[in-house]
């Protein structure tokens, strides 16, 4: 019975007398008179007359009238700004179910890019893949710091702990994987079978298959695809001794560049216009893509160049002469010839500043792109430096000897060593935040940048993995793996990681029960309309 109807007049009628009502109206009175003092004297007499019937009913009275919404108190500027210090985001997606008013609050824009801020949420700086993934808000229309928290927030959870694979097993067979690259569109893979094959990115199947080179593709880049800019043109090279220019949208070959006299083995473009190749013939040459003509032949290594890399107008070569050369590529003049290695380089990184070189010395030597002076070499690895990538003062490295290494070239220090593999690094890519490599040991694992930690094995493992690229809501995975009906014969894999789950049809787990859904005001599930819980 509710205390409306337990103190209505016809209800008291049935209990007291009208002496009695007189009596305790009057009482009334007088307890309104009484000094604080009194009041606590008088209740305290009455209490110890109760029993714990009594005792109970007069505390399912008091107990909701002592609940007081401290934020709601507040003035709105201070309520958020106690807010501001929440950095866990389950604590908010908490908050959020308590009342419609702290909801509300919650839906303020500036906790939310507080929170972004303190997380780090922002566009990747993955040099390797492009992928427009998640605009930033100076280029989104109606954009909400929430949603954006949100969605970032959710693909983060889904990279430490799994996303959606999809799984290619037919369209390989047994070819060896050279090179990959993929964007938000198509995912292109050279193989050692003369063919390239081009996959969709978000379904995962074969678009087509591009034909034409008399020889294993050993190189392959495209540039294009923006939004602003959707023709992508593509550029590969291999065993065929030519370069051939393609229209990767629809698959047509536009050019086919000759002039090299063995195996191109490496290949950049600056952009849609000018590229670069590598040759076993120990030259460089230097092409106008969109013309399909040569502007100059680089001559200078001794020996097969094994690797290159771009910034603005000046490429990096790295060669088994065991020397990497700086050039012009507007004038194709040798620029620096960079001498100290002990044997082959086989890659190179070059960010305009520095170039990087690792070594079948198992040194990697840190030089100034200016001067052409070494600045410092790095040593630890025991045995060839295949593997390396510059990002800033960041530098990651994988050898032979199975060890990922991550340097400051700021001091020129090695700041993580990790025993990664019981065999040689074949791939790694990092970016701010995590770190993936494989092996020839067929095992691909997901680290922690910051703290060199083991997040998960990232896939099953394979017998050998040829190729791993990701952005910022993909993998793409190239293997080997045996084939179950069949251990003696070998299939090549690919894997297509996405970690977008929102944007697709996968539905993620969470394994913590307040999750970002707590966010959306269709889900908020409240005891009042008004009063916390």
Same mark, same amino acid.
């Given at each position: ?42 209740? *305290? ?28 108190? /507040? ?15 389950? @604590? ?7 009342? &419609?008013?702290?909801?509300? /609050? ?46 970032? *927030? ?23 994987? &050279? ?18 094959? $081009?996959?969709?990115?978000? &379904? ?50 536009? *050019? ?6 063995? @195996? ?40 097969? $160049? ?35 290695? /002990? ?13 990087? #070189? ?31 990538q510059l990002n800033g003062n960041t530098l990651v490295s994988g050898g032979t000897d199975g060890c990922l290494r991550v340097w400051d070239l700021q001091h020129f220090e090695c700041t993580q060593q990790i025993s990664a593999h019981d065999n040689s690094v074949t791939c790694l890519q990092f970016d701010d935040r995590r770190m993936v490599s494989a092996a020839n040991d067929g095992r691909i694992k997901l680290w922690d940048i910051k703290q060199g930690r083991l997040i998960r ?15 910022? #809501? ?34 993620? @787990? ?18 009042? &309309?008004?009063?916390?819980?």
């Amino acid at each position: 019975m509710s205390v409306g109807a337990e103190n209505s007049a016809a209800h008291l009628a049935t209990i007291f007398d009208d002496e009695q009502l007189d009596h305790i109206r009057q009482l009334k009175t007088s307890f309104q008179q009484f000094t604080p003092q009194q009041k606590q004297f008088l209740l *305290y007499e009455i209490i110890n007359c109760c029993d714990s019937s009594q005792l109970n009913y007069l505390n399912s009275l008091i107990a909701p009238r002592l609940k007081i919404d401290f934020l709601k108190e /507040l003035p709105i500027e201070v309520s958020l700004h106690v807010l501001s210090f929440i950095d866990d985001p389950k @604590t908010l997606a908490r908050a959020a179910c308590v009342s &419609t008013f702290w909801n509300s /609050l919650l839906r303020d824009e500036a906790t939310w890019k507080s929170l972004c801020m303190k997380h780090q949420y922002r566009r990747r700086n993955s040099s390797i893949c492009g992928g427009e993934l998640l605009n930033p808000p100076s280029q989104r229309l109606n954009f909400s710091y929430r949603e954006y928290f949100k969605r970032k *927030y959710n693909i983060a959870a889904a990279w430490a702990h799994g996303g959606d694979v999809r799984v290619v097993e037919d369209g390989f067979g047994e070819e060896l994987v &050279t090179s990959l690259q993929f964007d938000e569109k198509y995912i292109v893979i050279g193989c050692d079978n003369n063919r390239i094959e $081009v996959f969709d990115t978000q &379904t995962a199947r074969k678009v087509r298959t591009l034909e034409g080179h008399e020889g294993g593709v050993w190189a392959l880049q495209f540039k294009g695809g923006e939004k602003h800019d959707p023709e992508r043109v593509l550029v590969s090279g291999g065993c065929d001794r030519e370069v051939r220019v393609w229209d990767l949208n629809n698959g047509r070959l536009r *050019y086919v560049l000759r002039g090299h006299t063995s @195996t191109v083995r490496c290949l950049k473009m600056k952009d849609k216009r000018t590229a670069v190749t590598g040759s076993r013939d120990a030259t460089m040459r230097v092409w106008d893509v969109q013309r399909g003509v040569l502007l100059h032949v680089l001559l200078g290594h001794q020996a097969s $160049v094994r690797c290159l890399d771009i910034s603005g107008n000046v490429v990096a070569s790295g060669s088994y002469d065991a020397t990497a050369r700086l050039w012009d590529m507007r004038t194709g003049r040798c620029l620096h010839v960079l001498v100290g290695h /002990l044997s082959q380089i086989y890659v190179i990184a070059f960010d305009g500043n520095k170039v990087v #070189t690792g070594s079948l010395d198992s040194n990697i030597r840190v030089w100034d792109a200016g001067t052409g002076h070494c600045l410092a070499t790095l040593s630890g690895h025991t045995s060839l430096v295949g593997q390396l990538q510059l990002n800033g003062n960041t530098l990651v490295s994988g050898g032979t000897d199975g060890c990922l290494r991550v340097w400051d070239l700021q001091h020129f220090e090695c700041t993580q060593q990790i025993s990664a593999h019981d065999n040689s690094v074949t791939c790694l890519q990092f970016d701010d935040r995590r770190m993936v490599s494989a092996a020839n040991d067929g095992r691909i694992k997901l680290w922690d940048i910051k703290q060199g930690r083991l997040i998960r094995n990232f896939s099953q493992p394979a017998k050998t993995v040829w190729k791993i690229q990701f952005n910022d #809501t993909k993998a793409v995975v190239l293997m080997q793996r045996r084939q179950c009906d069949n251990p003696d014969q070998n299939k090549t894999v690919m894997e297509v990681h996405n970690f977008d789950l929102e944007s697709s049809d996968a539905v993620p @787990t969470f394994s913590s029960s307040a999750s970002f859904s707590s966010l959306s005001s269709s889900s908020v599930t409240m005891m009042d &309309t008004d009063e916390p819980l």
